[in-house]
């Protein structure tokens, strides 16, 4: 089962972007990481990162159109993104949205998320493990889906 991984801003910069908050691996390692666990879970993944608000948009739409699951780290636009929102709501596959840090720990601007209630389910607050256990949820749900 193909699954797109999509990061939102400034996750590129993951390793030199305040290492005390998001921790030292880089963005490439999270990709390495990603794509070890897909194959641990037999999942064909793809990992994106970008800055755009209207690409992000429109790989959500790809998803939409071709029922694909997403784990989706919103990044900044989780607390203000109306657009990858309403974008999310046409999504007819699982999604999880996942956050490296607890967001509801930090900074009061961050415990608003406008996708949260669009998403299957949220996992935040253990680093890049949290994209683990988002692959892990997303294949038990295929699994749990009638004909699997």
Do not use: K
């Amino acid at each position: 089962m193909r699954v797109l991984v999509l990061n939102g801003p400034n996750l590129g910069r993951l390793g030199s972007r305040e290492p005390e908050v998001y921790g030292s691996s880089s963005y490439g390692d999270l990709v390495t990481r990603c794509q070890q666990w897909a194959r641990d879970l037999s999942l064909d993944v793809e990992v994106r990162q970008t800055d755009d608000e209207a690409e992000l948009v429109r790989w959500i739409h790809e998803a939409a159109d071709s029922a694909t699951p997403v784990v989706l780290n919103p990044a900044a636009f989780t607390h203000y993104s109306y657009a990858l929102r309403d974008a999310c709501v046409q999504l007819r596959a699982v999604l999880v949205e996942v956050h490296i840090t607890n967001p509801s720990a930090r900074e009061v601007f961050r415990h608003t998320s406008v996708i949260s209630s669009v998403a299957t389910g949220t996992i935040a607050g253990f680093g890049l493990n949290s994209y683990r256990l988002a692959l892990q949820a997303v294949a038990a749900v295929a699994a749990d889906q009638p004909g699997n």
